[in-house]
């Protein structure tokens, strides 16, 4: 029910998605008459593979988290969350309100023994490929601890959807000889070292989008800043790119012939085939996908969650923050010796 | 001396801003014989208004900052800045170690009163005009009074160097409702909101470039990872606009037609024409030029400090200070009360 577009751009997405992917089936979690004229608008039918289950609440996008985990128990996120706890679902995906989904999601799910802390992950554009980094907003102020936390969910994040064992990991800090890093950013890579992590080392801002690790740790201002940066960069560069080309009849004229060349270039650098920040830490996988995606977008989202529960996603996470725990802490046997 | 090039590139680039700007006179500070051979090289000369003044050592690019300090006290910066604390130059300008340049000039000039710390700010080019950033890197661990008076020191360098008497500051922080940001932005907030600055509030990493406010004030970790995020993500772009225009006859062909285009587009984003950040909060003006800068570069650099200087950038970031004393503690009198 939730983003800018609502059952409009989800309910058609779902259609989509299951025409690409016939091993999935999905579950419209929703206001029924919302999701049934959204069906009956593209001509697509329930069946065994499209179900509905009905929820009778919507959490408004401005809403409190708070209020929204006290007071809507039967929100169309809530009741798609239960599914996940319950096992009916492997996944949920949803275009809400991100720090419902957060709080709501950490209320129903529970984190992973071991986690403290959910974190929001996003796939990034690289020169070479794509690179995961988080947090990306769910956590303010990080300790070390929780930044090794975000380095091994991140690798197992990276371990279950792409074809590696053991992921790269950076911790992004900055170079400056004298100041390199607060204190918090030192003892994390302290931690990272002796984590059995494929720990890279610190990485700086321009490593992320040269693709120097797998996975970039950082905390959620941080790694919010840097995201909104990125977008309000790359805005930046093609508002000028197109007023060049609008300047006068010879760079129009160019713009002709250079059009497909520019839509390449564009198609490449589309944000919406990175839609669906994985909410990684619970006992569950959540996915938000941005409030304004559109279908091609929503699909997105939607293989990113399929991705991780066909990776095994959490399994991986619980066996790295086990192997995690015999490496930072001695067993209760050597501590007697 | 310093920076990748050294007096090639510096002693050019003096001599041409002098070309440029007729009431202008340079210090050239350094090894004689490396200066001079320069000078030679271009057939240029000394005269009344371009001097030189012998330096005997050199700070190496990769030198422990505080050893710098403690042991090269006829290093070309050290010297250099001697010049600026003995009122012989209005500023001095390194593309030498940042963390020497920052210890030395600290160590040397002092801070303004009521000036804690000194940031470092830089230009950025926004889809509107120009922004001003700070705090880059000089300081990792900021308290919200730190961010503070980076505030009055960006709104003093913008009315300095721009026709604005009351340049709007904006506060770099993270979006999400329930994590609008840890505790120190948060106070700085407050702080700000009582400074008597044109504070606009809270700006998110997409302001930066959708040129929001004026001046931008963050803690120098994340000023940091946001400018080489920047870097990194400009570089990928580029390299994809160029692989896109390579791909094959077709597009090579466009190439040829959108060349004019794509160099009035590269021009305009031209990263050397913002070059030369500014040490701010010290009593003294102070211009970092970034290490690999060519000639244009340099002169940027040149030409930001010059304009410090005109523009009484000192005296208004003390009078800023004074009067925020004045907005943020009672006076005396009125405690007694």
Same mark, same amino acid.
């Given at each position: 029910?939730?983003?800018?577009?609502?059952?409009?751009?989800?309910?058609? *997405?779902?259609?989509?998605?299951?025409?690409?992917? *016939?091993?999935?089936?999905?579950?419209?979690?929703?206001?029924?008459?919302?999701?049934?004229?959204?069906?009956?608008?593209?001509?697509?039918?329930?069946?065994?593979?499209?179900?509905?289950?009905?929820?009778?609440?919507?959490?408004?996008?401005?809403?409190?988290?708070?209020?929204?985990?006290?007071? $809507?128990?039967?929100?169309?996120? %809530?009741?798609?969350?239960?599914?996940?706890?319950?096992?009916?679902?492997?996944?949920?995906?949803?275009?809400?309100?991100?720090?419902?989904?957060?709080?709501?999601?950490? +209320?129903?799910?529970?984190?992973?023994?071991? !986690?403290? %802390?959910?974190?929001?992950?996003?796939?990034?554009?690289? !020169?070479?490929?794509?690179?995961?980094?988080?947090?990306?907003?769910?956590?303010?102020?990080?300790?070390?601890?929780?930044?090794?936390?975000?380095?091994?969910?991140?690798?197992?994040?990276?371990?279950?959807?792409?074809?590696?064992?053991?992921?790269?990991?950076?911790?992004?800090?900055?170079?400056?000889?004298?100041?390199?890093?607060?204190?918090?950013?030192?003892?994390?890579?302290?931690?990272?070292?002796?984590?059995?992590?494929?720990?890279?080392?610190?990485?700086?801002?321009?490593?992320?989008?040269?693709?120097?690790?797998?996975?970039?740790?950082?905390?959620? +201002?941080?790694?919010?800043?840097?995201?909104?940066? *990125?977008?309000?960069?790359?805005?930046?560069?093609?508002?000028?790119?197109?007023?060049?080309?609008?300047?006068?009849?010879?760079?129009?004229?160019?713009?002709? +012939?250079?059009?497909?060349?520019?839509?390449? +270039?564009?198609?490449?650098?589309?944000?919406?085939?990175?839609?669906?920040?994985?909410?990684?830490?619970?006992?569950?996988?959540? !996915?938000?996908?941005?409030?304004?995606?559109?279908?091609?977008?929503?699909?997105?989202?939607?293989?990113?969650?399929?991705?991780?529960?066909?990776?095994?996603?959490?399994?991986?996470?619980?066996?790295?923050?086990?192997?995690?725990?015999?490496?930072? $802490?001695?067993?209760? %046997?050597?501590?007697?010796?």
């Amino acid at each position: 029910m939730g983003g800018d577009h609502g059952p409009h751009v989800i309910v058609p *997405s779902a259609v989509d998605y299951l025409r690409q992917d *016939s091993e999935v089936n999905i579950i419209l979690v929703g206001i029924s008459d919302a999701i049934e004229s959204e069906l009956h608008a593209i001509k697509a039918e329930m069946g065994p593979r499209l179900r509905l289950h009905a929820a009778s609440e919507v959490v408004g996008m401005d809403e409190s988290p708070a209020l929204a985990l006290r007071n $809507k128990k039967d929100s169309s996120m %809530r009741v798609a969350i239960n599914l996940v706890k319950n096992g009916e679902a492997q996944a949920c995906i949803s275009a809400g309100n991100t720090g419902a989904l957060l709080a709501t999601s950490r +209320f129903v799910l529970k984190t992973i023994p071991g !986690i403290d %802390r959910p974190a929001l992950a996003v796939i990034l554009p690289t !020169i070479t490929g794509h690179t995961y980094m988080l947090d990306l907003g769910a956590n303010v102020d990080c300790s070390a601890e929780h930044l090794l936390q975000f380095g091994v969910m991140g690798a197992s994040l990276v371990s279950s959807v792409e074809d590696k064992a053991l992921p790269s990991v950076g911790l992004l800090n900055i170079g400056e000889e004298e100041i390199k890093g607060n204190e918090i950013v030192k003892q994390a890579a302290e931690l990272l070292r002796n984590s059995g992590l494929n720990f890279y080392g610190n990485v700086e801002g321009n490593d992320i989008y040269k693709g120097t690790t797998d996975v970039v740790v950082c905390d959620g +201002f941080v790694g919010n800043v840097t995201l909104k940066t *990125s977008e309000g960069l790359a805005q930046m560069l093609a508002t000028y790119l197109r007023e060049e080309f609008q300047r006068n009849l010879f760079t129009k004229f160019a713009g002709i +012939f250079a059009k497909p060349v520019i839509n390449a +270039f564009k198609n490449r650098v589309d944000h919406r085939q990175y839609n669906g920040a994985s909410l990684l830490g619970l006992r569950g996988i959540v !996915i938000k996908s941005h409030g304004s995606a559109d279908n091609y977008a929503f699909c997105s989202a939607i293989k990113r969650a399929v991705d991780e529960a066909r990776g095994g996603m959490l399994r991986r996470i619980s066996e790295r923050v086990a192997e995690l725990s015999y490496h930072s $802490k001695p067993s209760p %046997r050597e501590t007697v010796k």
